[in-house]
């Protein structure tokens, strides 16, 4: 077997790349392990968030992304359900609001479209908090949900209508390098010669680095998640909180009660069936994708602190997904000097989603050594942009047994 | 003919409304494992959490050339509950579950 790309991971990521560099005449074989969808992309929210975003080259990503799925959406034969919902941010306390009044105005300056709501006009918004003690909100009418199965299907069905190939339920035995170039990937399938092999195996994207002889400074983040019976349309918006915020930009911020340690923080969706998702955690337990009772009695008293109106509705599952996470929480799209023809792309954390269509475009640019049309500098996004020592300390403080 | 699209339009899981033919197409676009098709069918993630419908989803993997070892996990809570009683209930420990 012969492609120009073979990619490794069968994700959000990995069919967002194989679906623009197959569009764009590559020929584009895809491996996975398991089926499409066997790791974080099906154990995820529902946002493409802009209003997480940090100001930089974060925001700058998803606000170029998010500009990508109308069209897609047009171009897909797969409805992703892209809807623009706008994010509400819910302050329970004064302190936090000094804080999100200046993580909002670095977003205006950046050009983001936030406003900050006083609880009388957070209750209109979003009567589904009446009885919540509140001190406001931050309001963002840009952000949007989406359907991440059916995201990754997408990309999936139409990288397929772009001739490229998937071997699903392979495993791979070795890469080839010859004089520090990749030049094939032995699976048990057989062998595949290749000009390059792209990297997005996400959590497990280290473990495949390893077969290469690369530290890739990646550890799983896990996030829990309820799931509710159907009910008629209870949320406008995507809602989060301050605490969100803080437990993803800045745990260090956090205390040491049993909420901050597991990184409690708001999420809520509402999907087109009428199923709410309501979250979550960020905890570092390793490759456990468990759920746990404490973390769901902890998710159901924030949440419905927040939003009384969930009260009286029945949940009826949960689960728990490991978010790849870098040391800087941006992720790692990159080439490597010292192995030519190896393109990483993984770690995006909670962004994957929302970021995928510009890692896409990004990585099928690099390959064909086009400039990019997203205008990104993936300096920034570079695995040598973490030294030695960065990567030993990230590995000895996330250290799991 | 008829009894051909009667099967098409069969209903195999009621909480989802997803069809026969829905899951007869995953596994043509290659999937042999449950936890593939409810990623790719949303089948199995309803109110009933597939006690309805994975046996007969099971079946036609099984019934299917190369089919895989089925290995999937219920997750709690196994029955439903209010989110004011889950938030009213006991913590437990780091690992209770
Ligand atoms: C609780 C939770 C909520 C989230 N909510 C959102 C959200 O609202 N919005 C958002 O944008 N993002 C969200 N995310 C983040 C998002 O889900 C991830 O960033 C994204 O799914 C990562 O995609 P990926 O393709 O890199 O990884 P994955 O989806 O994990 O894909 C990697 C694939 O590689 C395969 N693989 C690994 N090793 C090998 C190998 N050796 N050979 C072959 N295949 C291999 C795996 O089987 C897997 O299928 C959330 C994450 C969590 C956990
Ligand atoms: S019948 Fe499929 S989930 Fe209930």
Redesign the interface.
Same mark, same amino acid.
């Given at each position: 077997m012969h492609a120009d790309v073979v990619i490794v991971g069968g994700g959000v990521i990995g069919n967002a790349v194989a679906f623009y560099c197959a569009r764009a005449g590559m020929s584009v074989i895809l491996i996975e392990q398991?089926?499409?969808?066997?790791g974080t992309s099906?154990a995820c929210d529902t946002a493409i968030h802009l209003q997480s975003k940090n100001p930089g080259i974060h925001l700058a990503m998803a606000l170029n992304s998010i500009k990508k799925y109308p069209a897609l959406q047009k171009e897909f034969d797969v409805d992703i359900h892209f809807t623009i919902t706008g994010t509400m941010l819910a302050i329970q306390r004064e302190e936090q609001w000094e804080v999100m009044k200046s993580f909002a105005d670095r977003q205006k300056a950046a050009g983001l479209n936030v406003s900050l709501l006083d609880p009388a006009q957070t209750l209109a918004k979003q009567p589904a908090m009446k009885g919540a003690e509140l001190v406001g909100s931050t309001y963002c009418d840009q952000d949007a949900t989406i359907h991440p199965?059916n995201l990754t299907?997408a990309y999936c069905f139409g990288a397929m209508k772009h001739g490229a190939k998937?071997l699903?339920?392979t495993k791979i035995r070795s890469f080839r390098i010859e004089d520090n170039c990749i030049t094939g990937v032995d699976t048990d399938q057989g062998m595949i010669s290749c000009r390059w092999v792209v990297n997005a195996g996400g959590v497990f994207a280290p473990f495949i680095g390893k077969m290469m002889g690369l530290d890739i400074p990646i550890v799983p983040r896990r996030g829990q998640i309820?799931v509710?019976?159907p009910v008629p349309k209870l949320t406008n918006t995507i809602v989060n909180c301050a605490k969100y915020i803080a437990a993803k930009f800045r745990p260090d911020l956090l205390g040491n009660s049993?909420e901050d340690r597991l990184g409690i923080g708001l999420s809520l969706t509402q999907t087109e069936?009428g199923n709410l998702l309501?979250g979550g955690t960020r905890e570092f337990v390793g490759y456990n994708t468990?759920? @746990?009772?404490?973390a769901?009695? $902890?998710i159901?008293?924030h949440? @419905?602190a927040i939003i009384p109106a $969930?009260?009286?509705?029945?949940?009826?599952?949960?689960?728990a997904g490991l978010r790849p996470y870098t040391p800087d929480s941006l992720p790692i799209i990159s080439t490597v000097p010292e192995l030519k023809g190896l393109v990483i792309a993984a770690g995006h954390e909670g962004d994957g989603l929302a970021l995928s269509a510009v890692t896409g475009e990004i990585v099928s640019e690099m390959i064909a050594g086009k400039p990019l049309s997203s205008g990104i500098d993936l300096s920034q996004l570079s695995l040598a942009r973490f030294s030695r020592e960065d990567i030993d300390r990230f590995y000895h403080k996330y250290a799991i047994a | 003919m008829k009894e051909d699209h009667l099967q098409e339009e069969m209903i195999i899981c009621r909480c989802q409304e997803v069809t026969e033919a829905e899951v007869r197409q995953a596994i043509d676009q290659g999937c042999r494992s449950l936890k593939g098709i409810k990623n790719r069918t949303e089948a199995m993630m309803g109110l009933c959490q597939g006690r309805t419908c994975r046996r007969l989803i099971e079946r036609m993997l099984s019934e299917s050339p190369q089919q895989m070892p089925v290995t999937q996990s219920y997750r709690p809570p196994v029955r439903t509950l209010t989110l004011n009683t889950l938030a009213e209930a006991e913590e437990g420990g780091e690992n209770a579950c």
């Amino acid at each position: 077997m012969h492609a120009d790309v073979v990619i490794v991971g069968g994700g959000v990521i990995g069919n967002a790349v194989a679906f623009y560099c197959a569009r764009a005449g590559m020929s584009v074989i895809l491996i996975e392990q398991q089926d499409i969808l066997n790791g974080t992309s099906s154990a995820c929210d529902t946002a493409i968030h802009l209003q997480s975003k940090n100001p930089g080259i974060h925001l700058a990503m998803a606000l170029n992304s998010i500009k990508k799925y109308p069209a897609l959406q047009k171009e897909f034969d797969v409805d992703i359900h892209f809807t623009i919902t706008g994010t509400m941010l819910a302050i329970q306390r004064e302190e936090q609001w000094e804080v999100m009044k200046s993580f909002a105005d670095r977003q205006k300056a950046a050009g983001l479209n936030v406003s900050l709501l006083d609880p009388a006009q957070t209750l209109a918004k979003q009567p589904a908090m009446k009885g919540a003690e509140l001190v406001g909100s931050t309001y963002c009418d840009q952000d949007a949900t989406i359907h991440p199965q059916n995201l990754t299907k997408a990309y999936c069905f139409g990288a397929m209508k772009h001739g490229a190939k998937y071997l699903l339920y392979t495993k791979i035995r070795s890469f080839r390098i010859e004089d520090n170039c990749i030049t094939g990937v032995d699976t048990d399938q057989g062998m595949i010669s290749c000009r390059w092999v792209v990297n997005a195996g996400g959590v497990f994207a280290p473990f495949i680095g390893k077969m290469m002889g690369l530290d890739i400074p990646i550890v799983p983040r896990r996030g829990q998640i309820l799931v509710t019976e159907p009910v008629p349309k209870l949320t406008n918006t995507i809602v989060n909180c301050a605490k969100y915020i803080a437990a993803k930009f800045r745990p260090d911020l956090l205390g040491n009660s049993v909420e901050d340690r597991l990184g409690i923080g708001l999420s809520l969706t509402q999907t087109e069936r009428g199923n709410l998702l309501l979250g979550g955690t960020r905890e570092f337990v390793g490759y456990n994708t468990r759920t @746990t009772r404490q973390a769901m009695v $902890l998710i159901a008293k924030h949440g @419905t602190a927040i939003i009384p109106a $969930l009260k009286q509705i029945n949940i009826i599952r949960s689960f728990a997904g490991l978010r790849p996470y870098t040391p800087d929480s941006l992720p790692i799209i990159s080439t490597v000097p010292e192995l030519k023809g190896l393109v990483i792309a993984a770690g995006h954390e909670g962004d994957g989603l929302a970021l995928s269509a510009v890692t896409g475009e990004i990585v099928s640019e690099m390959i064909a050594g086009k400039p990019l049309s997203s205008g990104i500098d993936l300096s920034q996004l570079s695995l040598a942009r973490f030294s030695r020592e960065d990567i030993d300390r990230f590995y000895h403080k996330y250290a799991i047994a | 003919m008829k009894e051909d699209h009667l099967q098409e339009e069969m209903i195999i899981c009621r909480c989802q409304e997803v069809t026969e033919a829905e899951v007869r197409q995953a596994i043509d676009q290659g999937c042999r494992s449950l936890k593939g098709i409810k990623n790719r069918t949303e089948a199995m993630m309803g109110l009933c959490q597939g006690r309805t419908c994975r046996r007969l989803i099971e079946r036609m993997l099984s019934e299917s050339p190369q089919q895989m070892p089925v290995t999937q996990s219920y997750r709690p809570p196994v029955r439903t509950l209010t989110l004011n009683t889950l938030a009213e209930a006991e913590e437990g420990g780091e690992n209770a579950c």
